[in-house]
Structures are given as C-alpha cells and as structure tokens.
C-alpha cells in the first residue's frame, strides 16, 4: 500500500485489543504538518478454540472461525479509518489501480452500526 499509493502507514506500538486476548494489527500515517491522519486494520481475524476437535481419525483438528471487526462490512479485509480532512479522492483513485485490490469504497461513519472504538 504505502509503496503504490505513496502513503506511510506505520505499525503502531498498540494492536486493537478485541475480547480478551486477541490483537489485531494496527496501522497509523499520521504528518500533522500536512493534516493527514489515518488509521489502517483488518477487519478479519481468526479465533482458535483450543479445545482440539475429536473424531473417529487418525489426526486431531483444532477448530478455527474467522471473525469480522465492523460485522455489518464482513466482506470488507481492510479499513482505512480517516481522522482529518485531508482529500482521499486520490487515495481511492490510486488504491483502485492496485492488482490485488478488489473494490474499494467509501463508507462513512453514519452507515456503519458497529463503533469505530477500540481500545488500542
């Protein structure tokens, strides 16, 4: 991301904390001297149940489900959290131009049903 769409997300020293032990890498590009702050996360995160699986097999299987951060965006990988009111629109045009990159849209703050706080 920071390579394509000349941005300069840093890993914070703070992961999201969600529940009781679970991180979720957290990103910040924050230069006061250009109004850009903006925060990057997954959406998506695992939780193992450490129980592991029994069954009539040779082997046993931990059972693993994958979450979302904002359920109401569960097809969503990643948000771009903006905290400024630093332009995006070439942000976005830029982002929409990567090959890896599926979609990328806007959703503000009033569509979503989850809160955007976490504790950090």
């Keep these: 991301m920071n ?8 890993r914070s020293r703070n992961d999201l904390k969600v529940e009781q ?5 957290h990103y910040q ?6 109004g850009i702050d903006f925060e990057l996360f997954n959406n998506k995160y695992y939780v193992r149940d450490d129980q592991p699986e029994q069954s009539n097999s040779l082997f ?7 979450l979302s951060l904002i359920e109401s965006h569960k097809e969503v990988d990643f948000f771009i959290k903006q905290n400024c009111y630093f332009s995006t629109s070439n942000l976005i045009e830029k982002m929409s131009t990567i090959k890896n990159i599926s979609l990328v849209y806007r959703v503000q703050n009033n569509e ?7 504790d950090l």
């Design 112 to 118: 979503l049903s989850e809160n955007f706080n976490f």
């Design 60 to 66: 046993s299987f931990t059972n693993s489900k994958e």
């Design 21 to 25: 032990d679970i991180n979720i890498p």
């Design 29 to 34: 590009w924050d230069n006061q001297e250009k």
């Design 3 to 10: 390579k394509y769409c000349f941005t300069n997300f840093l």
